[in-house]
């Protein structure tokens, strides 16, 4: 019976984070991608720290922060790719050249290395808190287990939003570059080489 429950747990947490998704562009276009991704990623970080307040017995409330956590990271996934296009531009627009490959190619490779260094990370806490599988688990490891369910990954979305606010992209830049750009190409002769 557990195995069902943490496979529902995992589904709502899905199910929610695919609304968080649709809801994205609408909120984009209203706020800006770097105001929602802030927003997003706050109540993210919010939600995710709160695992650590849950007792064995709250289950109930464990589903609900799942729910909420999804539909606030599902506000940020879109974000993330279409805030890379936006680098793109303003490095065009900076630089008078175009890097749109190299922009997303490094961007990717981050994400990659990260999910993979992410993962290695995940493991090595489990184990200084000696967890092990398919055992009881000793006081220890259960504190490793909510560590790293809950404030660990809050420290990564924190240093997340503090990037953030240094990714100076708002909306009202956002169309300027894209005004000037579209400028630009208007000037330029396809024909000519």
């Known amino acids: 019976i557990s195995d069902i429950a943490f496979s529902v747990f995992n589904v709502s947490g899905t199910l929610s984070m695919i609304i968080g998704i649709m809801f994205s562009k609408m909120l984009a276009a ?5 105001n929602v991704f802030i927003m997003g990623l706050s109540l993210t970080t919010v939600f995710t720290v709160m695992f650590i307040t849950l007792s064995s017995q709250s289950v109930e409330l464990a589903f609900t922060y799942q729910i ?33 490959g190299m922009i997303f190619s490094a961007v990717v490779f981050g994400l990659k290395a ?20 398919n055992v ?6 259960l504190t490793g287990i909510r560590m790293t369910a809950s404030i660990y990954p809050a420290i990564a979305f924190i240093i997340g939003l503090i990037a953030l ?4 992209i708002d909306k009202k830049m956002e169309f300027t570059i894209q005004d000037d750009l579209a400028e630009r190409r208007k ?3 396809y024909n000519e080489k």
Do not use: C, H
């Not at 956590?69 to 050249?97: F, H, Q």
């Not at 009881?136 to 490891?141: F, P």
């Open 114 to 133: 990260g999910i993979g260094l992410g993962g290695a990370i995940g493991g090595y806490l489990l184990s200084f808190y000696n967890y092990e599988s």
């Open 68 to 100: 909420f956590y999804g539909l606030s990271y599902g506000i940020t996934v879109p974000l993330l790719w279409a805030m890379m296009g936006d680098v793109a531009d303003y490095s065009e627009w900076k630089n008078n050249r175009r890097a749109t």
């Open 187 to 189: 000037s330029f002769d």
């Open 136 to 141: 009881e688990q000793t006081a220890r490891a």
């Open 30 to 34: 209203r706020f800006g991608k770097r």
């Open 165 to 168: 606010f240094y990714y100076k």
